[in-house]
């Protein structure tokens, strides 16, 4: 049964960090790419960031590209999304996704000051 736990989310200021888990069961993690999205106050579904299952290969939504960071650790069968210079619209609702068959229940993430 494929399991996907997101944590590390929470409350921090404007300009700040956060590291987003998602860590991964049931399956073969390093043959599957992963995908990050996320869902903001009252809109709808937002892609934010994908990666190869070598972890060789990444891409970002524009409204994230460069202050995100999306790696894996096979060993740990774990993804991660490192996010930099935190914004009032980067909150949201964040969620991995296996091929967008299989969600984690979602980690919320809120930027305020």
């Known amino acids: 049964e494929v399991q996907l736990v997101e944590s590390g989310g929470g409350l921090v200021q404007p300009g700040g960090s956060l590291r987003l888990s998602c860590a991964a069961s049931?399956?073969?993690?390093?043959?599957?790419?992963m995908t990050w999205v996320r869902r903001a106050p009252g809109k709808g579904l937002e892609w934010v960031s994908d990666i190869d299952g070598g972890g060789s290969r990444t891409s970002y939504a524009d409204s994230v590209k460069g202050r995100f960071t999306i790696s894996v650790d096979n060993a740990l069968n774990t993804l991660y999304l490192q996010m930099n210079s935190l914004k009032p619209e980067d909150t949201a609702v964040y969620y991995c996704?296996?091929?967008?068959?299989?969600w984690g229940q979602g980690t919320q993430v809120t930027v305020s000051s």
């Open positions: 049931g399956f073969t993690f390093n043959r599957y790419g």
């Open positions: 996704t296996l091929v967008y068959d299989y």
